[in-house]
């Protein structure tokens, strides 16, 4: 059983940076993929990143460029570092992790997070 606990969100100006961090307890022996997903207000989660334990990372366009994610694994900590925000960011920013493969699906990921919000003004 996999723990997780986020951290980072808040409120922020277009343009500005945020940094979130996952950190994970609980059975992280072995190979996982740490992946963050969103869901804006009245929308669907959708992926944001995924890192696996090589550090191999994962975007969609939407924030290709934008958003690193990286992890610690001596720390078993995951991170999200969020620049050039823009409004459409907004949403409630979960940390999930699963076994094995990498997915883009949130229902392929077993473990989660309680959620952090993030918004961005314009």
């Known amino acids: 059983q996999v723990h997780l606990v986020e951290s980072g969100g808040g409120l922020v100006q277009a343009g500005g940076s945020l940094r979130l961090s996952c950190a994970a307890s609980g059975g992280t022996n072995g190979y996982y993929v740490m992946a963050w997903f969103r869901q804006p207000p009245g929308k669907e989660r959708e992926f944001v990143a995924s890192t696996s334990n090589n550090g191999n990372t994962y975007y969609p366009d939407s924030v290709k460029g934008r958003f690193t994610g990286s992890r610690d694994n001596a720390k078993n900590t995951a991170y999200l570092q969020m620049n050039s925000l823009k409004p459409e960011d907004t949403a409630v920013y979960y940390c999930?992790?699963?076994?094995?493969?990498?997915?883009?699906?949130?229902?392929?990921?077993?473990?989660w997070g309680q959620g952090t919000q993030v918004t961005v003004s314009s």
């Open positions: 999930a992790a699963r076994h094995n493969s990498m997915s883009y699906f949130w229902y392929e990921y077993m473990y």
